[in-house]
């Protein structure tokens, strides 16, 4: 969600505003992950970008569509520093292995894009998608095209593409929230590495994988006599 640019008045600069955009939604950032949605004053956000409270509100017209942005411009972010640490040209599977490593490193670094999204949960419950899970259904086809060239090229098992994207997609939170809230007890990398390790090879040996297997239906057996 991004500031709308006015349709009337002087002719806007879409550089400078972009620009102010950002520069907004960066301390708002800050302000809004320090000091909780209510005690945020958008007066001080105006005051620390250096506009009037009416400037703020030309560029987004209520607190909750400012907050709102904010944690949509976390994603975005998310998205382009994921992007930036992960190359096309190298392996497919070390790809997912930098992804996941860039994701838990992002909101390592920056705890208060971690803050937004929880606040953003508990404020507004009865949005219908968060911003989180609303950027995760955007790039699901990209994850899903690249699971299938996987399974195509018989890297990976044949799986519903839905299943694969979402379990991977709530392992990496899921670990991205706790060290958030409880602190991580190992380091990143090790973080990424055990994440790795279990969707890679699973938790079973290749002899208990053979005994999981579910036996024929008497059905099935029938049907082939």
Not at 12 to 26: A, F, Q, S
Not at 82 to 96: G, S, V
Not at 105 to 119: G, K, N, S, V, Y
Request: include cysteine; aromatic fraction near 8%; charged fraction near 30%.
């Amino acid at each position: 969600m991004s500031s709308t640019k006015p349709n009337r008045g002087r002719p806007v600069d879409e550089g400078l505003w972009d620009r102010r955009t950002d520069e907004i939604l960066d301390i708002a950032i800050d302000l809004f992950a320090e000091r909780g949605y209510n005690g945020a004053d958008t007066q001080e956000i105006a005051n620390r970008v250096g506009v009037g409270k009416g400037t703020l509100y030309r560029y987004f017209p209520s607190k909750e569509s400012l907050f709102l942005a904010a944690a949509d411009r976390v994603m975005r972010r998310l998205q382009a520093h994921i992007d930036e640490k992960t190359n096309e040209q190298i392996d497919a599977l070390l790809q997912m292995r930098v992804a996941i490593g860039a994701f838990l490193a992002f909101f390592d670094t920056h705890p208060a894009f971690a803050e937004l999204l929880i606040l953003e949960r508990a404020l507004f419950r009865d949005r219908k998608t968060p911003t989180y899970l609303e950027h995760r259904e955007k790039n699901r086809c990209r994850w899903e095209q690249f699971y299938q060239e996987l399974i195509d090229r018989q890297r990976i098992r044949p799986m519903p593409l839905d299943r694969l994207t979402t379990v991977i997609s709530d392992l990496i939170y899921g670990t991205m929230f706790t060290n958030h809230i409880s602190g991580r007890e190992k380091s990143l990398q090790e973080q990424a590495d055990g994440i790795v390790d279990i969707v890679f090879h699973g938790i079973l040996t290749e002899e208990e994988r053979i005994r999981q297997k579910p036996e024929p239906s008497s059905s099935t057996s029938s049907s082939l006599q």
